[in-house]
């Protein structure tokens, strides 16, 4: 069956770190992956789309990568701020023109 | 740019009643919108594409008797929960395609609870 994982747990870092959240997929052949950030009672924002023929992408302190053959990406936010913290959807668009989410990382930056 | 509204943020209704949720791209023409559904520490699950100009299509599993889409514009698509029961009670959230291919803008949510 088709499945996306992302971390369950939560992860609790410190300020200035680098956060690294992980989206592993099963079964799925994606043109592309995204990633949103979601806020407790908002609808999710937008913030990066890699596509299956790059390796990694990056946007101010974000980096995303994408392996096809290990059917993961990885998203990292460099010197990590409190104001990061929320939980991170990965998505998949497939075939039919649909975004598959996964359940969501909740990240948590400690000062 | 790219940016997604919807109305109501927050209804409570009793249940057996209707609920409109609308969903408007602001500042862009959609000619297709999404309609999901997230309850508390859950992914969002598509429920439904709502096409302009002709009808939505509902994933597996999604009453399409029970959640009526509406597009009758480019930038407006309405869902309307019929008869609402508790079990209805959730986050509805749309979203639209940006001007990049593949981005999708999401709307702030909508926040039902039926009594």
């Known amino acids: 069956s088709q499945k996306i994982e992302q971390n369950s747990e939560a992860l609790n870092i410190q300020e200035g770190k680098t956060a690294t959240l992980t989206c592993n997929y099963t079964?799925?052949?994606?043109?592309?992956l995204q990633w949103y950030r979601q806020d407790p009672g908002r609808g999710p924002v937008f913030l990066l789309l890699i596509r299956e023929n790059e390796k990694e992408k990056r946007k101010e302190r974000l980096k995303v990568t994408f392996d096809t053959t290990l059917k993961q990406s990885l998203f990292h936010i460099t010197a990590s701020q409190p104001a990061d913290s929320a939980t991170y959807l990965c998505a998949l668009y497939n075939q039919g023109g649909k975004l598959i989410f996964g359940q969501g990382t909740e990240l948590s930056v400690k000062p | 740019g790219a940016v997604v509204s919807q109305h109501p943020s927050r209804v409570i209704c009793k249940s057996g009643t209707s609920v409109k949720i609308e969903c408007r791209s602001l500042d862009f023409q959609a000619t297709t919108m999404f309609w999901y559904r997230q309850f508390p520490k859950q992914s969002l699950m598509l429920m439904a594409t709502?096409?302009?100009?002709?009808?939505?299509?509902?994933e597996q599993g999604v009453e399409k008797d029970k959640f009526l889409i509406n597009h009758a514009s480019l930038t407006l698509s309405t869902l309307t929960v019929t008869s609402a029961h508790p079990e209805d009670s959730s986050f509805y959230i749309c979203?639209?395609?940006?001007?990049?291919?593949?981005?999708?803008?999401f709307g702030p949510g909508t926040r039902l609870t039926v009594t």
């Open positions: 079964n799925y052949s994606p043109a592309y």
């Open positions: 709502s096409n302009e100009g002709s009808k939505a299509t509902y």
């Open positions: 979203s639209a395609g940006g001007p990049q291919s593949g981005e999708q803008y």
